[in-house]
Every structure is written in structure tokens, then in C-alpha cells.
């Protein structure tokens, strides 16, 4: 996948962060930067990738864990340039910090204690990490693709979008609004630094069995009702199969894609 560089991955403690940050180990990043609220988790994943490493005997990829809040402006500035003070560059940045909810009744009853928190979490903590991240990127050397020399990036970010940043689903009055606003955010800050080899792509899973769906009664609910007659694939995604689009957007392969959203969905979003 010709991901030999340096990543950061925020909601790595759990669901796709976390298949994202071990497959990064795995594919052959120099280092991961795991990024969540719960440090515990985030613990046990470093444990994971690091014991991986161990049983396949093969050379190692530097795993740090930041407990961070996205939410937190000045703490996010902080642990990036603490990331970037240890790996020396930042390649990759992937914005999987989220959280979903439903409001009972819609818009007309949403508490703004509950928009807020929405918005928050997934659209101001994305704009403060690809800010933080692009700053160092449109710095720093581009690094040449192992694949065929083509020209390739000076850092590639991936922001999480969902099916729910294109269509509106019921009651998810706060979510839909916030993912729409991160695929805004991602066409736009593409094209501000698409001439300068910096990147800037989402991911846009649709139904995926993670602690995000499954934990939460209303969502594990909603999601039942719909996968059978909405997703042409007829099952849930798995957090894998997101982690590898990541992938695809980070790496060499995808060294002409910018602004763009990668819809990994079970065919959600062609009906
Ligand atoms: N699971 C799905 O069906 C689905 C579908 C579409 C999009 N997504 C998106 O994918 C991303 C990952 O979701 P997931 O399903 O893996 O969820 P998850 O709940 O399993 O993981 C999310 C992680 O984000 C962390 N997090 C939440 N708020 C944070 C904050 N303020 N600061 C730092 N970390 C914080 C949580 O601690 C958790 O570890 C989210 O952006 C979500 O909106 C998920």
C-alpha cells in the first residue's frame, strides 16, 4: 500500500480508529500516533500492535499514545507538535474521532446541549486536527512513493464523513448536519493545498459493526431496521474493510486523489 510514513490517528482507542492504526503498523508505517480520550484503550491497543509485531518477528513500527479531546483546541495543537518533536514529520493525519447520536422527535426537540456536543466532536475536532496537521505537512519534504516514483505527497489527511455526509436519515438531526460540514471542509481545504502535494480526502463508511453501533440500543436498533432492505450488500460493514479505503487514500496509490470521498457502504449510497 506504500505507507512507509509517519501517522497520526485520532478514535484510536476503538472501532475504525483502531483498525486504522494497527493496519497502518502492519502495512508498514514508520510510526503511529494513537489519539483518543480513553487512555486505557488506547493502551491496549499499543499493546496489540506492539505484541503483533513480536510474534511476527518483523521489524517494528514506533506506536506513542496521546490521550487527547479533540474538542480541546490548545491540546490538539500541543500533541501534534509533541508528535512531530518525536517522529520528525507527520505523513499522515486520519480523523477518526466521532460520536453519533439521535435526537427523540428531530430537529423541532434536539437540545442544542446535544447539537453542540455533535458538532463539537466531529466537525471542530477535525478542523483542529487537519489544521494542526497541515501546518507541519506544508512544510516538510514530500516523501517519494516505493511504487514507481510518481510524484507523491508532502502528507495526505483523511477526515471521517458517512453515508449521512451526502443523504439525511431520521432523527440523526446534529450528525447529518456535522458530516455534511466535514465534507465541506474537506473540498475546500483540498483545493487550498492540492498544488502544494498535500492531500485531503474522506472516508464515508455506511452501516459498520463497531462499539459506536452496537453499544448504543437506539443506533444498534435503527441499524438493524435498515441493513436488510437499504444495504445492497445486506450486512454490516467491518471496521477492516473501512481502515483498508483509509489506507488507499493515505498511500502512494492514490497519489492523483484530493477532495474526494470514498464511500465504503455495501452499496448504500447507489440506490
Ligand atoms: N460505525 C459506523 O457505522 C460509522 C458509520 C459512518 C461513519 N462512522 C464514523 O467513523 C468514525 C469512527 O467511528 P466508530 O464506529 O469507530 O466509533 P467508536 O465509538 O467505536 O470509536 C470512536 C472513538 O472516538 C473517540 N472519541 C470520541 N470523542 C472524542 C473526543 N472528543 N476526543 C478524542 N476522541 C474521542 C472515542 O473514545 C472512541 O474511541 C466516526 O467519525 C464515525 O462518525 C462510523
Known amino acids: 500500500m ?3 510514513g509517519f501517522a497520526l490517528v485520532t478514535g484510536a482507542g476503538s472501532g475504525i480508529g483502531r483498525a486504522c492504526a494497527k493496519t497502518f503498523a502492519q502495512d508498514g508505517a514508520a510510526g503511529v500516533a494513537l ?12 499493546t496489540e500492535i506492539d505484541n503483533d509485531h513480536a510474534k511476527r518477528g518483523d521489524r517494528s513500527c514506533t506506536v506513542d499514545v496521546y490521550p487527547v479531546d479533540v474538542t480541546d483546541e490548545a491540546a490538539v495543537e500541543t500533541v501534534v507538535k509533541k508528535i512531530v518533536a518525536k517522529f520528525g514529520r507527520l505523513d499522515y493525519a486520519v480523523n ?4 453519533a447520536f439521535k435526537h427523540e422527535g428531530g430537529a423541532a426537540f434536539a437540545h442544542t446541549k446535544d447539537w453542540q456536543r455533535v458538532l463539537d466532536v466531529n466537525l471542530n475536532g477535525t478542523f483542529y486536527v487537519l489544521r494542526s496537521a497541515a501546518q507541519i505537512m506544508l512544510k516538510q519534504d514530500p516523501i517519494l512513493s516505493s511504487i514507481d516514483g510518481r510524484p507523491l505527497q508532502r502528507g495526505a489527511i483523511v477526515n471521517f464523513g458517512s453515508i449521512l455526509a451526502h443523504v439525511g436519515v431520521a432523527t440523526s438531526t446534529a450528525y447529518t448536519a456535522s458530516k455534511h460540514a466535514v465534507m465541506g471542509l474537506t473540498r475546500t481545504a ?50 477492516q474493510e473501512v481502515a483498508d479505503g483509509v489506507m488507499y487514500l493515505c498511500g502512494g496509490r492514490s497519489s492523483f486523489v484530493t477532495g474526494t470521498a470514498l464511500f465504503v457502504d455495501g452499496g448504500y449510497t447507489q440506490r
Not at 224 to 231: C, E, L, S, Y
Open 190 to 239: 483540498s483545493e487550498d493545498y492540492a498544488k502544494d502535494g498535500l492531500r485531503i480526502n474522506a472516508i464515508c463508511p455506511g452501516y459498520i459493526e463497531t462499539p459506536m453501533t452496537t453499544n448504543d440500543p437506539v443506533l444498534s436498533k435503527a441499524m438493524a431496521a435498515q441493513v436488510p432492505t437499504a444495504v445492497p450488500m445486506k450486512r454490516q460493514g467491518r471496521p
Open 2 to 4: 506504500d505507507i512507509t
Open 35 to 46: 489519539l483518543d480520550l480513553n487512555e486505557q484503550a488506547l493502551q491496549a491497543v499499543k
Open 96 to 99: 477518526a474521532a466521532g460520536v
